[in-house]
C-alpha cells in the first residue's frame, strides 16, 4: 500500500509542477492548477489505478469517478465492481453469485425475460447505487408448517410463528382468519403496516389445473390483497413458496420438491411459472408423517419424550438418509442426543429408517408412491409435453422444506432417478439440496425485495388491486 502511494504520488507531483511552471506567467485563478493536478492520474498505468480502487472500496471508489477521465473508466468497469460484490462482509454465502443472477433474470418482473443468446450487459456500478437506494421490505414466508418473518435488510428471519392456514378459529372467514394473522406479524415485528411493501410467500395449494382449483386459489389471492391492502400496506408481492425456492437456488426453471408439513409436492416450473397443465405431484406424506414414524420407533424402544417438539429435534440432529438402506442395515451407525431435562439418549438404526419412508412409505404404512417415483412420474410428464426444444429445464431438481434438509437425500434421490428413469430422461439430471435449509423460500423472497428495481415490477399496489391488472400474475 505504502509503495503505491508513493508511486501515485511522484507522477501527481511531476504533472503538477509542471502544469504550475507552464501556467505562471499567467493570471489564471488556482482552479486549473488543481485540475491539472487530478488530470496527472491520467498518466498513472490502469492496473495501478484498478489496484488502487479495489483497496478504497466502492463508496470512495464512487467519489474517485469524478477526479478525471482515467478514475472514471476505471470506476466504471464491471471487472472492479465484481471483485467489490465478491469480497464484502457480507453474512450471506454466495453473495456475487445471488446478485449477479437476480439481477439477470429477475430485475425486469414477471414474466421473466428469457434471453436466447447472451445475458444482457448491465452495469453493476449503477445497479449498486441504485441498490443501495431500495428501501427495506418485510418478508413474511407462509410456510405449511409455521412461518418465518423478517426484513429483507437482515441475514436471515427475525421470527417465527404459526403459519396463517392454521392460524385462529379454521372455522371463522377465511379474511378474520388472515388478518387476524398479518396484524400478529407486523405486531411482533413492531412496524406500521403503511410504512413497507411486503412481499409474501404462500405454499403452494390446491394443486390441480381445474376450474374449482383455480377459483380457489383466485379467492385465496384476493383476500390476501384485500386484507394487506385494508391494513395499508403500500405494495404487495406474493408468490408461491417452490418458485422462491427455485430463486434461491439461482435458478428459473426446474422441479422442486418441497417436503411440507402435510403433504410432498413436486412442482415443474418452467421460466417461473409453475406448470399446472403437466401436473403438480403430491404424497399424501410430510415433515408430521416422519416425526410420528420416528416417534413409534423410539417408543418401541421404550424411548419416550414428552413432546413431538423434541422428537422433531432429535430428527433433525440425528436423522439422515442412507445411500443403500440394505446395505446400512448392517452397520453400526449409533448416536447420542442431549434432551433437555430428559438425560442423554442413544439411537441407531432410527436414525437412517425414519427418512427411508420418503422412498419406502409401505414401512409406515402409507399407502402412496415413493418420493423418487413421484419426481419420475412428473419428469416422464415435462419430457411428453415438450414445452421446450430442450430437455434439460426439468432436469435441475431443487429440494425445499426443513425435512428436505436431511444428510444424504438429494445423493439418494439422484441416485434412484438415474436408476428408474431411461438414459433418454435421465442424463444430466441434478438434485440440489435447500440451498438456504429450511429458510430457502424466505432467501428466495430477499433476492427479489433486494432487487435495483423493486418494488416496481415485482409488486401489486391498491389501485392496481382494484383494476385487477395483475392479478393473474405469479401464481
Given at each position: 500500500?505504502?509503495?503505491?502511494i508513493?508511486?501515485?504520488?511522484?507522477?501527481v507531483?511531476?504533472?503538477?509542477?509542471?502544469?504550475s511552471e507552464s501556467?505562471?506567467s499567467?493570471?489564471?485563478?488556482?482552479?486549473?492548477?488543481?485540475?491539472a493536478?487530478?488530470?496527472a492520474?491520467d498518466?498513472?498505468?490502469?492496473?495501478?489505478?484498478m489496484q488502487?480502487a479495489?483497496?478504497?472500496?466502492?463508496k470512495?471508489?464512487?467519489?474517485l469517478?469524478?477526479v478525471c477521465?482515467a478514475?472514471?473508466?476505471v470506476v466504471?468497469e464491471?471487472?472492479?465492481?465484481?471483485?467489490?460484490?465478491?469480497n464484502q462482509k457480507?453474512?450471506?454465502?454466495?453473495y456475487?453469485?445471488s446478485?449477479?443472477f437476480?439481477e439477470?433474470?429477475?430485475?425486469?418482473g414477471?414474466?421473466?425475460?428469457?434471453?436466447s443468446g447472451?445475458?444482457?450487459?448491465l452495469?453493476?456500478?449503477?445497479?449498486?447505487?441504485q441498490r443501495?437506494?431500495v428501501p427495506?421490505?418485510v418478508?413474511i414466508?407462509?410456510g405449511?408448517?409455521y412461518?418465518k418473518?423478517?426484513?429483507?435488510?437482515?441475514?436471515c428471519?427475525s421470527?417465527r410463528?404459526?403459519?396463517f392456514?392454521?392460524f385462529g378459529?379454521?372455522e371463522?372467514?377465511?379474511y378474520?382468519?388472515?388478518r387476524?394473522?398479518?396484524?400478529?406479524?407486523?405486531?411482533?415485528m413492531?412496524v406500521k403496516?403503511?410504512?413497507?411493501?411486503?412481499?409474501?410467500?404462500?405454499?403452494?395449494?390446491?394443486?390441480?389445473d381445474t376450474?374449482?382449483?383455480?377459483?380457489?386459489?383466485?379467492?385465496?389471492?384476493?383476500?390476501?390483497?384485500?386484507?394487506?391492502?385494508?391494513m395499508n400496506?403500500p405494495?404487495?408481492c406474493?408468490?408461491?413458496?417452490?418458485?422462491?425456492?427455485?430463486y434461491?437456488?439461482?435458478r428459473t426453471?426446474?422441479?422442486?420438491?418441497?417436503?411440507?408439513?402435510?403433504v410432498?409436492s413436486i412442482?415443474?416450473?418452467l421460466?417461473?411459472?409453475?406448470i399446472?397443465?403437466?401436473g403438480?405431484?403430491?404424497?399424501?406424506l410430510?415433515?408430521?408423517?416422519?416425526t410420528?414414524?420416528?416417534?413409534?420407533?423410539?417408543?418401541?424402544?421404550?424411548i419416550?419424550?414428552?413432546?413431538?417438539?423434541t422428537v422433531r429435534?432429535v430428527?433433525e440432529?440425528?436423522?439422515?438418509?442412507?445411500?443403500?438402506?440394505?446395505?446400512?442395515l448392517?452397520?453400526?451407525?449409533?448416536a447420542?442426543?442431549g434432551?433437555?431435562g430428559?438425560?442423554w439418549?442413544?439411537i441407531s438404526?432410527?436414525?437412517?429408517?425414519?427418512g427411508?419412508?420418503l422412498?419406502?412409505?409401505?414401512?409406515?404404512?402409507?399407502?402412496t408412491?415413493?418420493?423418487?417415483q413421484?419426481v419420475?412420474?412428473?419428469?416422464?410428464?415435462?419430457?411428453s409435453?415438450?414445452?421446450?426444444?430442450?430437455?434439460?429445464?426439468f432436469?435441475?431438481?431443487?429440494?425445499?422444506?426443513?425435512?428436505?434438509?436431511?444428510?444424504g437425500?438429494?445423493?439418494?434421490?439422484?441416485?434412484?432417478?438415474?436408476?428408474?428413469l431411461?438414459p433418454?430422461?435421465?442424463?444430466g439430471?441434478?438434485?440440489?439440496?435447500?440451498?438456504y435449509g429450511?429458510?430457502?423460500?424466505w432467501?428466495?423472497?430477499?433476492?427479489?425485495?433486494?432487487?435495483?428495481?423493486?418494488?416496481g415490477?415485482?409488486?401489486?399496489?391498491?389501485?392496481?388491486f382494484?383494476?385487477k391488472?395483475?392479478?393473474?400474475?405469479?401464481?
Open positions: 500500500m505504502t509503495t503505491l508513493r508511486r501515485v504520488w511522484e507522477l507531483s511531476n504533472r503538477t509542477v509542471s502544469s501556467t505562471s499567467s493570471s489564471s485563478s488556482s482552479c486549473p492548477s488543481e485540475t493536478g487530478f488530470g492520474f498518466r498513472v498505468p490502469t492496473d495501478l489505478l488502487i479495489r483497496l478504497v472500496g466502492p470512495e471508489a464512487v467519489k469517478s469524478v477521465r478514475w472514471r473508466c466504471s464491471n471487472e472492479l465492481w465484481i471483485f467489490f460484490l465478491k457480507q453474512e450471506e454465502e454466495n456475487w453469485e446478485f449477479a437476480s439477470t433474470h429477475l430485475r425486469f414477471y414474466p421473466l425475460q428469457t434471453f447472451e445475458s444482457p450487459q452495469s453493476y456500478m449503477g445497479i449498486y447505487g443501495v437506494q427495506g421490505s418478508i414466508d407462509g405449511s408448517g412461518c418473518f423478517g426484513w429483507s435488510k437482515y441475514a428471519p421470527g410463528s404459526a403459519t392456514l392454521e378459529n379454521v371463522s372467514p377465511l378474520s382468519r388472515l387476524h394473522f398479518f396484524v400478529t406479524i407486523y405486531s411482533r413492531q403496516p403503511s410504512s413497507q411493501p411486503v412481499v409474501l410467500s404462500i405454499p403452494i395449494c390446491h394443486y390441480d376450474e374449482s382449483a383455480k377459483a380457489s386459489r383466485r379467492q385465496l389471492k384476493e383476500a390476501i390483497y384485500k386484507v394487506l391492502f385494508d400496506v405494495a404487495v406474493a408468490i408461491n413458496q417452490a418458485t422462491l425456492a427455485l434461491a437456488a439461482r426453471s426446474g422441479i422442486v420438491v418441497n417436503i411440507g408439513f402435510q410432498t412442482v415443474p416450473i421460466n417461473g411459472k409453475v399446472r397443465k403437466v403438480v405431484e403430491v404424497m399424501g410430510g415433515a408430521l408423517k416422519l410420528g414414524f420416528l416417534r413409534e420407533l423410539l417408543q418401541r424402544n421404550n419416550n419424550f414428552d413432546s413431538l417438539y429435534t430428527k440432529k440425528l436423522c439422515y438418509v442412507a445411500e443403500d438402506y440394505e446395505a446400512e448392517s452397520k453400526n451407525t449409533q447420542s442426543f434432551a433437555g430428559q438425560g439418549f442413544t438404526k432410527e436414525r437412517f429408517q425414519t427411508e419412508i422412498f419406502q412409505p409401505k414401512l409406515a404404512g402409507v399407502r408412491m415413493g418420493l423418487h413421484a419420475a412420474l412428473c419428469m416422464e410428464h415435462c419430457h409435453a415438450e414445452l421446450t426444444g430442450d430437455d434439460a429445464w432436469k435441475t431438481v431443487v429440494l425445499s422444506g426443513g425435512t428436505a434438509c436431511l444428510p437425500l438429494a445423493g439418494r434421490l439422484e441416485k434412484e432417478l438415474h436408476g428408474l431411461p433418454s430422461v435421465s442424463n439430471i441434478k438434485v440440489v439440496p435447500p440451498p429450511a429458510d430457502s423460500a432467501f428466495g423472497a430477499k433476492m427479489i425485495s433486494n432487487l435495483s428495481t423493486f418494488p415490477p415485482w409488486c401489486m399496489t391498491k389501485k392496481q382494484r383494476q391488472s395483475k392479478i393473474k400474475l405469479m401464481w
